[in-house]
């Protein structure tokens, strides 16, 4: 499979803090988008980054792109209770095929 | 207001009985697809479409069948649903498919007996 992996699994934070997230993946990119799932419900797109590009920022989301490392990484800053969440990264290999990784759960503790 | 539309929410079974889980998307999309959710497993691709009558498989085809007879709408069907098929199921739709960010619908849970 060529399925993402993120890191860590787990995420506990205080409300105000920075969450960062990672994700690896295993063979070259098209894009990579970053979603977001609240419990069991469905999966809401955040940001997509292309190959070309090294950082892209959304609010207080940022995310950077390493091609050489094949790896992402995810940073919600001054995070909120309502971020609490599990988020996913998404590889698109040039094809019609996403691929997700597993998720990082992340609890914003008020 | 722009959503892609699964029904139903929640659906148990038994096995054997063939069962379809609809998506329906307003947004005129060209791509849809199905994804199944599993803990520990993030969420897999079953089948996708990039337009009507093109439809191709994904990582997991075995035991579904997709039809994309009209643009808006693209259902999962089991023909003979087994236990291991019991997960959380995602229809996505996009623009123009791997290029572009995916739109859910809000998730089918079934549960096969």
């Known amino acids: 499979s060529q399925q993402g992996e993120e890191d860590p699994q787990a995420l506990s934070i205080q409300e105000g803090e920075n969450a960062t997230m990672n994700c690896s993946y295993k063979?070259?990119?098209?894009?990579l988008q970053w979603y977001r799932q609240n419990s069991g419900r469905g999966l809401v797109h955040l940001i997509l980054?292309?190959?070309?590009?090294r950082e892209k920022h959304s609010g207080r989301l940022r995310v950077t792109l390493d091609i050489s490392k094949k790896s992402s990484s995810l940073l919600i800053t001054a995070s909120r209770a309502a971020d609490t969440a599990s988020y996913f990264c998404?590889?698109?290999?040039?094809?019609?095929?996403?691929?997700f990784g597993t998720g990082t759960s992340l609890t914003v503790i008020p | 207001e722009a959503q892609v539309t699964q029904n139903p929410r929640y659906l148990i079974t038994v096995t054997g009985k063939k069962l379809t889980v609809t998506c329906s998307q307003n947004?005129?999309?060209?791509?849809m697809s199905w994804y199944r959710q599993d803990p520990g497993l993030g969420l897999r691709q079953i089948y996708y479409?990039?337009?009507?009558?093109?439809?191709d498989k994904g990582d997991v085809p075995e035991g579904y069948k997709v039809s994309r007879k009209e643009k808006r709408n693209f259902p999962l069907i089991l023909e003979s649903p087994s236990p291991n098929q019991t997960s959380l199921y995602f229809c996505?739709?996009?623009?123009?498919?791997?290029?572009?960010?995916?739109?859910f619908g809000s998730g089918t849970q079934l549960s096969v007996l």
């Open positions: 996505a739709s996009s623009r123009t498919g791997g290029y572009e960010k995916l739109f």
């Open positions: 063979t070259s990119i098209n894009n």
């Open positions: 980054i292309r190959s070309n590009e």
């Open positions: 998404a590889t698109d290999l040039g094809g019609n095929q996403f691929y």
């Open positions: 947004m005129n999309h060209e791509y």
């Open positions: 479409s990039m337009n009507v009558e093109v439809t």
